[in-house]
Each structure stands twice: as C-alpha cells, then as structure tokens.
C-alpha cells in the first residue's frame, strides 16, 4: 500500500471517530486497578512509558502518589543524567551566560556592529535550543514524572516568552532551572520571590524599566513607573482579575517595585539588581495595609502580603483544581485546596496531597475528560513509543505548528491547558500526522523502525472504546500503531 493511501485511510478512520461525536472512552469497570492506575499515571505524569503501568500496579497507586510528590527519593534515569551532563551552557548563571555570549562592543564602540550582532544572536539561539532540550530531555525521561508536570504547570503560570527578545532567549533555561523547578512542591511564597528577582521576569514584564517619576532610570535616563509588572503580580501570579484590588493598587505596588531591575554583567551572578537610587521611597498603602518607606524589603513585605492572601490561596486552588481534575472543576475541590493552602500557609505538596486524595479526583466522570494540549500530547507520545534519541528539531517544529511553540507564549497569562484552546479541526488533522510520522519511528534519530502495535497497545493498557477498538482491529496491522497514537483516548487523560 502506497504511503499517500494509508495516511487517507488513518486521516478517515481518524476523522470518523473523533468528528462523528463518539463517546469519550467508556471504562466498563471504571474502579478497577487497571483504569485507577491509567487515570493516576495520566494526570500525575504525561502518560506511561512501557511497562510503567506494571509497576504501579505492583508498588501500588498511593505509594505512587506518595513517591511522586517526593521526588527526591526517586533514582532518576541514568540515561537523563547522562544527556543532561553534556549540556554545559545549562548550568552556568545568569551572568555567565551573558558574558559568555554577549560580547562587549570592540574599541569602545557603544554598540555591536551589525555583524557582530548577528553573529551574537546566531550564538543566543543555540543557547535557546539547548534550554529547549533540556526541558523536553526531562519530560520525555524523568523518572520525576509529576515534578515534570508540576514545572509544565508553574512555567505557564509565572509565563515569560522568548519572543520578547534576546534577554529571555538567552535566560529562559536560568529561569525555569533556578525560578520554577526547585520550587514547585515547596512554599508558594518561595516560589513567588523567586519569579520576582529573576532577571528574566524582571525583562519580560519591564520592571527592570520601572523608576520612580523624576529620579534617572536606567542608563541615566528619565523613567517613571512602568505598571505591567505590578499588574500580572496581581492579576496572574497571585489573587487574579477578581481578587478584590483597584488601580490604585497596581500604582502603589508599581512604586513598591521600582527599583528592581537587572544585571547583565557581574554582580553575585543572579542577574539581579536593586537599584535604591530609582526606588520611589514614600510610605504607602497596599491592600489597605501600610508599607514603611525603605527599599528591596517593601517589595518583599508586598510578596508576603499577596501570598497569604485569601483570593490567592482561591486562585491557585482553583488553577490546580483545573489542570488536574476538569476544565470546570468542581466547587467543593476548589473550596478543600483553598482551606488547605491556607492551613499551610501556601505548601504546594501538601495542595496536591490534598487534591490527589480527594474523591473528586477519583469520581469515574472525570476519567478521559481533560484533552491534552500540544505539549502534553507529543510528549505522551514519545513516552508511550519509547522513543530513545528524539529528533529535537522535528518534535519544536510540530510543537510551533499545533500553535505551542515551547517558551514562547506571547502573552504572560501563558498557554492554556482546557479542550477550548485546542480542540479544533486543524489541530486534530495535524495531530494525525504527527501520530502517522511517530508511528513509523521517523521521530527517532537513525533508521525508522516501525512502532510494535501490540507493545505500544499494552503500554496504554488497552484503554479503547469500543468504537475505536473496531476501527483499530478492521485496520491493517501496519496502521494499527498510528491509529492508537491518533485516537481520541491518546489526545485525552
């Protein structure tokens, strides 16, 4: 059969089932250990590599759970530490970085010279294509399955964009290393002040522009308040658009902030830099709670104020709530989060504990019912084919395609994880082909080697529909592996 005719074979068995409006999968025994352990190894990881399903089974679903929400007791995959370990430029500091690949202006020139600043920018997107690599190197191999889903998570949620410029090409990789991943089980206020001192964030929101009005800003020139920051703190980070705050607020809180802003070069390497000569020092009032005149420490007495908040501990419940259980996620989960990130004064493991041990988590409607967005289907996938050395470049340009490009979100509300965002007919069709290219091993590095059907279908744990179950077993066994990869089960969890 030619390659032409079986894609329009997979595209029409495909499009059938997905278009025609068949059921979402029906579990005949949805509390059985094999459909508990499907839901758990979906939501709790981007879906199961071979032989993942066997061992849950086997160290059982709550000592999963539990191993997972610490996951510094888990042995991490000496293949990732390997492919990890070559990865130089990823480790190094903000600072470095930048010295290392921002070359200063030659003869006290104060600017690069148009092909010096090519050559620099050809030399910042390697570095923006390592950070890449390393983020889907863990995705795909981390034995850190919900640590993996917990930085998916939080980088959407604190959201910066590469597409802002060379500054967040060139730290994006220092961001999500030292902003968001040591901290997405700990305290939400830690996370919160580390997103705040990253020089990425501080770029992206132009804070590192904010000055209080009438002093000099940045390289001595004439600033004053730059509100964006101040307003995505409030309306994104932490109490949201309906969090009880006014304009008044973000201009106080603006004033609160300026100051903070970056350094390329030098420094403690962080990046950061206070700058107590552009810092508005007045007394103010933010949240009705007075703030003493001072400097860096008003910023950090605001932080303290915006994570205990009510309206965050609401906000944060309700997006975990969301990106874990259903894209309307029910009240009385929304409610046991919140009073739990309050009792702990924010913990994030304790949230998830909470959430994971929650009957709504395990009520059988909730089964199948969150669509995966772009990132998490193409990871699943890898996953679920055992793909050992993916082709990098093809697995961004399908990413970019499905409209998901990897850190580059332009807006800082970040990508969004509901079926709405995603579903649409395009889509689908290039989802289908991506699972036919996958299905072939052409997203392997070497020669292709068609994916085994029967390994791949006891990998997912036969999890099918009856509906999709015909489709596949009337195919040739040959489509068979493209058609579980392009099911409506595969794109759900």
């Given amino acids: 059969m030619k390659k032409a005719s079986r894609y329009w074979i997979i595209s029409l068995a495909l499009s059938l089932i997905i278009w025609l409006g068949l059921p979402s999968p029906s579990y005949a025994d949805s509390q059985s250990i094999n459909a508990q352990t499907i839901h758990v190894l979906n939501r709790l990881s981007f879906g199961p590599r071979p032989g993942d399903i066997e061992r849950v089974k086997s160290m059982g679903i709550n000592n999963y759970i539990q191993s997972q929400l610490r996951p510094e007791t888990i042995r991490e995959s000496p293949k990732l530490t390997q492919k990890m370990a070559k990865l130089t430029n990823f480790y190094l500091a903000p600072t470095e970085i930048f010295k290392k690949y921002v070359p200063l202006p030659k003869n006290g020139a104060k600017k690069l010279t148009r092909k010096e600043q090519i050559k620099t920018n050809r030399r910042i997107r390697k570095v923006l294509q390592e950070s890449e690599n390393a983020r889907l190197l863990q995705a795909i191999f981390s034995n850190k399955q919900l640590q993996e889903v917990m930085v998916d998570f939080w980088f959407n949620h604190f959201n910066i964009s590469v597409e802002k410029g060379n500054i967040t090409r060139l730290w994006v990789g220092t961001y999500e290393r030292d902003a968001i991943r040591p901290y997405v089980f700990g305290n939400f206020r830690n996370l919160l002040g580390a997103t705040a001192h990253h020089p990425a ?217 509901t079926q709405e965002a995603w579903l649409n007919s395009d889509a689908m069709m290039r989802r289908i082909s991506f699972a036919t290219i996958i299905s072939r091993g052409q997203l392997n590095q070497g020669k292709p080697k068609r994916v085994n059907h029967q390994q791949l279908r006891a990998t997912l744990g036969n999890n099918f529909s009856a509906q999709t179950q015909a489709v596949i077993s009337s195919s040739p066994a040959g489509l068979q592996a493209a058609l579980m990869l392009g099911s409506p089960e595969m794109m759900e969890k």
């Fill in 201 to 417: 964030m501080l770029f992206y929101l132009d804070n590192w522009l904010n000055t209080a009005p009438g002093s000099k800003g940045v390289r001595g020139r004439f600033k004053g308040l730059n509100e964006n920051y101040a307003r995505e703190l409030m309306e994104l980070h932490t109490i949201g658009v309906n969090g009880g705050y006014t304009q008044q607020d973000i201009v106080t809180l603006a004033k609160i902030f300026t100051g903070w802003g970056i350094q390329r070069r030098g420094g403690d390497g962080s990046g950061f830099k206070f700058e107590q000569n552009r810092h508005d020092n007045s007394d103010k009032i933010f949240l009705g709670i007075p703030i003493k005149a001072g400097g860096i420490e008003e910023g950090e007495k605001a932080l303290d104020i915006l994570a205990s908040h009510p309206s965050t501990a609401r906000y944060i419940s309700y997006k975990l709530a969301q990106y874990f259980v259903a894209d309307t996620p029910p009240g009385s989960l929304v409610n046991k989060l919140a009073k739990r990130f309050q009792e702990t004064n924010g913990n994030i493991r304790d949230v998830l504990e909470t959430l994971f041990n929650s009957p709504e988590f395990w009520q059988e409607k909730y089964y199948g019912s969150k669509f995966k967005t772009p990132y998490q289907y193409i990871v699943s996938a890898a996953r679920a084919t055992n793909t050992d050395k993916p082709r990098w470049g093809k697995i961004k340009r399908i990413l970019e395609q499905l409209g998901m490009k990897l850190y580059a979100c332009k807006t800082p509300d970040g990508y969004k994880n």
